[in-house]
């Protein structure tokens, strides 16, 4: 039995986790959310220091959730990409750190691969094939899914343009609403009417077959400010809870639609939908209903392992570890653009 220490500091999320076969042993998680609300975005300066800040609590506040010391360390793993190359450094620059001292064996990890892996720690290995919907403020990506430690991931389609988290953050900009957006589109759309306005479904049926698992939502955002525009020209009100219900109910059944249609084109009957906007109460609904009508079983993780955090890391790193892949070494780099 091996024990993974797991760190992820892609973005404003500190998190470390400890998993060994597969359970999850103990997590921390520090944000930094709160110092770059101000700004309505991630300021990636304010996001490196903050990591270096919280790195050794979190390690520290995690070893003492697992009641283990860190010398019970088997291997180490750390998101190597992508994400902001200031806020990898951190992570990777630590993580070389804590392997050199215990010299214990060192992975970097794919961030997008520890979305996805965070899903069995909640519902145990995944089958043979599976296709993976990511959604997060960095992604919205298709993926046919096999060994995830040993498989290469198949890339099936991606955003032409914004993803679904920023479309979500940049939406709710529009209408006043906190950073990060999603959480409070979520709230706002509570009271509104998802019918109330008339918003296009971007790619949901397009006959193109290069766009069939392709996303944009950059034109549904523009449809968002235009209708917002025209009310401010006009005098109207801005119905705040219709807009964000109608633009929620628009992103969902894209996101739906054609998480679906992947599974139906390739035969595969389990989908996971991971990544921060996974989170979205609305989108974990329709996706039940409209899996179940399809014979899809579905894998939702639950919401705290939707947004980053260290647990997913070293899930990933526990996998790949287990698969007995050769270790990283410490002469790789963050890689914030990492495909
Ligand atoms: O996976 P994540 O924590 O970080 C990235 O890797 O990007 O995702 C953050 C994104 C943000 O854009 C945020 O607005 C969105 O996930 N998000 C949500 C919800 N909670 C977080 N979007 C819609 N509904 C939510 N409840
Ligand atoms: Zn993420």
Redesign the pocket.
């Known amino acids: 039995m091996t024990i993974t220490l797991g760190l992820e500091t892609?973005?404003d999320?500190t998190g470390v986790g400890l998993v060994s076969d597969g359970v999850l042993l103990g997590q921390a998680l520090a944000s930094s959310m709160d110092e770059h609300i101000r700004y309505g975005g991630v300021v990636p300066e304010v996001a490196a220091r903050a990591h270096l800040h919280s790195v050794n609590s979190c390690l520290r506040e995690a070893l003492a959730e697992a009641q283990l010391d860190l010398t019970q360390v088997d291997a180490i793993a750390v998101t190597s990409g992508p994400g902001l190359a200031s806020s990898l450094h951190v992570g990777v620059a630590a993580a070389k750190g804590w392997s050199l001292a215990l010299g214990k064996p060192l992975y970097a990890v794919h961030?997008v691969a520890g979305?996805v892996a965070a899903d069995t720690l909640e519902h145990g290995p995944l089958p043979d094939r599976s296709i993976a919907l990511i959604v997060?403020?960095?992604?919205s990506s298709l993926l046919k899914l096999g060994d995830l430690a040993t498989d290469p991931i198949i890339h099936l389609g991606d955003t032409l343009d914004d993803a679904a988290?920023?479309a979500?953050?940049k939406v709710a900009r529009l209408l006043g609403l906190a950073y990060?957006?999603?959480?409070s589109?979520?709230r706002a759309a509570v009271d509104g009417d998802p019918a109330a306005i008339d918003l296009p479904r971007p790619l949901l049926n397009s006959r193109d077959e290069r766009h069939r698992y392709a996303f944009s939502f950059s034109g549904l955002k523009s449809a968002v400010a235009r209708h917002v525009q025209s009310a401010q020209r006009n005098g109207r009100p801005i119905q705040t809870a219709d807009v964000a219900a109608s633009f929620q109910q628009s992103v969902v059944d894209v996101l739906v639609g054609k998480a679906i249609a992947a599974c139906t084109d390739h035969a595969i009957d389990t989908l996971l939908i991971v990544?921060?906007?996974a989170?979205?109460?609305h989108?974990r609904e329709v996706a039940t209903e409209r899996c179940a009508a399809a014979g899809i079983t579905l894998r939702i993780p639950p919401l705290r392992l939707?947004?980053?955090n260290g647990a997913m890391i070293a899930a990933i790193g526990d996998l790949v570890v287990r698969s007995g892949a050769k270790p990283s070494g410490l002469e790789f780099s963050a890689d914030s653009s990492a495909p």
């Not at 997060?136 to 992604?139: C, D, I, P, Q």
């Not at 990060?180 to 959480?183: I, N, S």
């Open positions: 892609s973005c999320e961030h979305h997060s403020g960095g992604h988290g920023e979500f953050d990060p957006g999603g959480p589109v979520q990544g921060g906007v989170a979205n109460a989108l939707c947004t980053d």
